[in-house]
């Protein structure tokens, strides 16, 4: 089976341009404790420069850097979008400003023991990926916290590739490979059983994969879509697709039961797969990059692909596999 490369210095990807024939870029997301959010976006600004903006508690935003905005953030929906205030009023709770402010200082502290803190990076230029290593090494040596620091942690780093095309054919090859690999970026990454048992990133079902990889699948983009919705309706896969797709066709997937909100339509391969190992000084953040770009090398090599494919459906437990969708199946529909 194809291998992953895990070098410490960022390994090129074969297609270099985007759709529109510029360098690809790619967005990056930090999930981190032990620092707080003045702290990260202090370490933001000494590398990539801009004006500090601190929002509330809750997030502080980098403005106007090389590359655009960072935000640096409290990564729990229900605090930032401040849906505790609407419980407390229910409870006829009213509260004012200087009570607001004391509040959300306290919970701010509070959750950041279990709730990670996140820097969230606009697109940056595949060459400048050494530049947010060393934001992360910076913050390492501040005392960072990452996946391994406790059993609580289940803190991710998420990638946002930007696409070279957008057809079918070259989307179902990146697919491929991704679905071949899995087992080995696992266990390169070293994936924490935290993140493991995580809601997730809950690995692809195993009735999809053997759908992608049988050697006729060739599907238009309609079909490619339809079927990903159909076996993942969630944002909860370690190749997240869902932002691609709905960049490519909103409509066919805001159609389908997924968490609409929560998709942000975007050219770019949403892969979460990757531990946030921030407090491993040996670790860096060509671990994880350099195992997407064991996939599009396998995907660039058509011959390899295919050879793999059919090894793969050919493994004994694949069998095993197909009896295990079957029964749950069965049991879903009661028999």
């Not at 997301?29 to 500090?52: K, N, P, S, W």
């Not at 990564?75 to 419980?87: F, P, T």
């Not at 909103?250 to 975007?266: F, N, Y």
Request: proline share 6%; net charge negative; glycine share 6%.
């Amino acid at each position: 089976m194809g291998k992953v490369h895990m070098s410490t210095q960022f390994r090129e990807l074969p297609w270099a341009d985007a759709t529109d024939g510029r360098p690809r870029r790619v967005g990056v997301e930090i999930e981190m404790a032990g620092v707080d959010l003045a702290t990260m976006a202090r370490a933001v600004q000494q590398e990539f420069g801009g004006t500090l903006d601190r929002i509330d508690a809750f997030v502080t935003v980098v403005r106007d850097t090389t590359f655009g905005d960072f935000q640096i953030e409290l990564d729990a929906r229900v605090l930032k979008d401040r849906e505790y205030r609407k419980h407390l009023q229910t409870l006829g709770i009213e509260l004012d400003a200087d009570d607001h402010v004391r509040l959300e200082r306290w919970l701010a502290d509070a959750a950041g023991k279990l709730v990670p803190h996140e820097i969230v990076a606009p697109p940056i230029p595949l060459e400048a990926l050494p530049r947010m290593d060393r934001v992360r090494s910076a913050l390492q040596q501040q005392g960072a916290r990452g996946t391994q620091s406790s059993l609580l942690y289940a803190f991710g780093l998420q990638l946002n590739i930007e696409v070279h095309r957008l057809d079918a054919g070259w989307l179902t090859s990146i697919l491929r490979a991704f679905l071949l690999l899995y087992e080995a970026l696992v266990k390169a990454g070293n994936i924490d059983l935290s993140r493991q048992l995580s809601p997730y990133i809950r690995p692809f079902p195993g009735s999809y994969v053997r759908r992608v990889l049988q050697a006729d699948y060739a599907p238009a983009i309609a079909e490619l879509i339809d079927d990903y919705l159909e076996y993942n309706p969630t944002r909860n896969r370690p190749l997240d697709l869902l932002p691609l797709f709905a960049h490519i066709d909103q409509d066919r997937v805001m159609a389908a039961p997924v968490e609409r909100d929560l998709i942000k339509a975007r050219p770019a391969f949403h892969y979460r797969l990757p531990n946030c190992e921030i407090d491993d000084p040996d670790w860096s953040l060509a671990h994880p990059f350099n195992g997407w770009a064991s996939v599009e090398h396998l995907a660039a090599n058509a011959e390899q692909l295919s050879a793999e494919s059919e090894e793969y459906l050919a493994r004994p437990f694949q069998a095993l596999g197909q009896f295990a969708d079957q029964w749950a199946r069965r049991i879903r529909d009661g028999f």
